[in-house]
Every structure is written in structure tokens, then in C-alpha cells.
């Protein structure tokens, strides 16, 4: 029986290390797949027997003979990978706990630390095998994780709609030296409520008395404006006496049929006036204003709360939506899925799903790729070792039935 033992303790030996050797051939697999994370392999005895009918020695201790090894865990690291960065907006790592939430192709669940993602055809943030990034979209202006997960649509078609043009300023100044009857004009531009541009005509023209100029304001299509001061005045430094607040223009008659709020004329700026009536040729340094017009999507940018920003062609950035960012309280019970994905199960618990950055959430890195975090020198003396363990007990084997063939020679 002794040399039989040896036999399936050695072959025990060597299927144990047989498996270690496939989990080290499948991490150096794996050394360049996208948010991989390697794994260990450990042994464990198997149950030892008595030998003959002696089971103890004199002395009370057992007498025990080992019938093998076998593999004990195979030990997952999710250790932080290092990062790639890439040009693919939509590409995105976790830096910290987490897992992205997929939706699968089957309408299953799935969690992946892979965010190599894209917008497919239909406008679904998707991985290379089609299954949806799921999260929350926006509604109206912003974008609220109150709600339940779902997958992600980035509609491009998106347009950042038109602010009407609320208030202006303009640095003016008006020669003081200019004759009477002297004319100078300058054009604003504004936005009406639909987001067309239009024209606001500032005519100031030199009155008699020193420092007085007389002010009218006029628009295009045949609009009218009012509330303007029909007056300005300066005193004897150039300093603006009149008007001594901002005027709120009403703007109103567009032939497109939008319309305009009131509209204030930031004359005054924290007590210092935008107009002057210094001895300097008239003329207008800047102008702003507050309005713009409608957009649409030039370029997105996720920050390191999962959040998708668009950039408009308008010069707004409005949120498009979030990824949601899954947690367990035992990832080692995660179940490999393949395509880089895990799936939960009894042993890991229930997902819990929420934003980046929040409760124990690692943060989103946009524009990276999280790589695998095999380590090579690991691997390869992990390798060496392992291969001398199946040496070893091949060596057992081989020794185990020379015994045998000897044994079976007596008879001769």
C-alpha cells in the first residue's frame, strides 16, 4: 500500500502544480488586457492516514502519513494597475475600490475594472462586446443619482439651447474736445431669446454745454428699444454725473417673434463708470455681454466623478450624464465571467451601486486605460517554483514504480 500511496500523493503533487502552472500561463496571457488582475495559486494537504494499526506512538502522538496536496484557493489581486493615457474620450479608469456596472448583452449584470468604451450607432456607451455602461442620465440641467442605474445613451446630437442677452457694459470714452453737433457711434451685439444675434446702436452726440452729450440707443428689423438715458453728462475731470445708475433697456418688436427680458446697461461697475469724457479720442475699448446662442456637441470630458461633460460649439459645457461605480463587501467572491467581466454571487453580496468618490468609491479617471497589474518577476519565479514541484513529484513517480518493477522482479 506504501508505494501506492506515493503513487496518487505524487500524482496529487503534480495535479496541483499542473493547476498553479495554468494560472501562471493565464496572468502572462493576460499581461496586456485591459484592467486584468492576476491571481495566486495555494496549496493544502489532504486528510493524513494511520499507519497499519498504529495509530499513536508510545509517547500519546499520532502516526500519520500524508495522502497528498491539492489546491487550496486560487487568490484573485485586485491591487491598483497602472495607468495608460489615451486620446479616446470615452476611455476611463478607476483609480481606488470599484467596478464599473455593465448591462449585458442578455439584459444580465456585469461589473469590469476594462473601461475601453465607445458610443455605438443608437448612442450607447458600450465596451467591445456591446454591453451598456450603465448610470444615470440628465434631466433638464442636471444630472441626480437619487434613481436606480440605467444603461447610458450620449445622445451627440444634443444642443445647448440659447440664453437671451440680460445685461452689457462697454468701456466707452467720449472727447471731451469734440465740437457740438460731433456724432459717435458704436455697435453691441446681443442675443435674442431664440439665440439670433442682433445689433444694439449706441449714438452719443455733443451737445453745447461742456461735458453733455445726448445718447440714443436703436436696433435692427425694426425692434424698438427704450429705457435708455436720453442724456450723459461728465464734470469737469471726465467723470460720469448722469445717469448715476445702471438703465434697464426693454427690447421688443423682433421680426423673428423672440423676445428679450429686460435688459441692463452695466454702466456703472462696482461705483466705477464704463463711460468717461476725457480730453482722448471717442472710441470703445471692450464690450460684453451675457447672452449666446444655441450649440452643438464639439468635444466631452469625464471628470473624476464619472461625470460626462459636453462642450458646446456656444462656449457652454452642460453635463450629458454619469457612470455609476459598483462596491462589494467581499470582492474575492467576485466569479470571473470572461470578456472582463465579474459577476457577483453568494459569497461577495449584493452590488452596491452609487457615484464615484462617494462611500469607499474610487474616482474616474477620463481618458486612461487602468492596465493589468501582473507583475512579470512574480509570475516567472512563481513559474520556477512551481515547475520543480512537478519535477519533484514526477521524480516520486518514476522512483515509486522502479520499487514496483523491483518488487515484481522477486517472483523471478
Known sequence: MGLYNSF?????????????????????????????????????DLYAAAVGATTTQGNGNPVQVGLGTQLAAITTN???????????????????????????????AGFSRAGNFTVNKNGA????????????????????SNGPSSPLQLDMGTTSPPAPTTSFSGVTNLNANAAAGTVYSTPLQIYDSLGATHSLLFTYTKGATPGNWACNVSTDGGATVSGFPTTIQFDGKGMLTAPTTNPVLTISGWPNGATSPPTTWNIMNA?????TGFSAA?????TSQDGYGSGIVRSMVVDQNGVITGSFTNGQTMPMAQVAIATFANIAGLAKQGENMWGETLASGAASIGEANKAGRGSVLGANLELSNVDVAEEFTRLIINQRGYQANSRVVTTADSLLQETLNLIR
Open 78 to 108: 485586485f491591487g491598483q494597475g497602472s495607468f495608460q493615457s489615451t486620446s479616446n474620450v470615452t476611455d476611463m479608469a478607476i483609480q481606488g475600490q470599484g467596478f464599473f456596472a455593465l448591462q449585458t448583452k442578455d439584459g444580465g
Open 282 to 286: 471717442s472710441s470703445t475699448a471692450s
Open 125 to 144: 456607451l458600450v465596451d467591445p462586446n456591446g454591453n451598456q455602461v450603465k448610470g444615470w442620465a440628465r434631466k433638464g440641467n442636471a444630472i441626480s
Open 271 to 275: 461705483g466705477v463708470s464704463n463711460l
Open 8 to 44: 496518487y500523493s505524487s500524482l496529487s503533487g503534480l495535479n496541483a502544480n499542473a493547476n498553479a502552472l495554468s494560472v501562471i500561463g493565464n496572468d502572462l496571457s493576460n499581461l496586456n488586457t485591459i484592467g486584468y488582475k492576476g491571481a495566486a495559486s495555494s496549496f493544502q
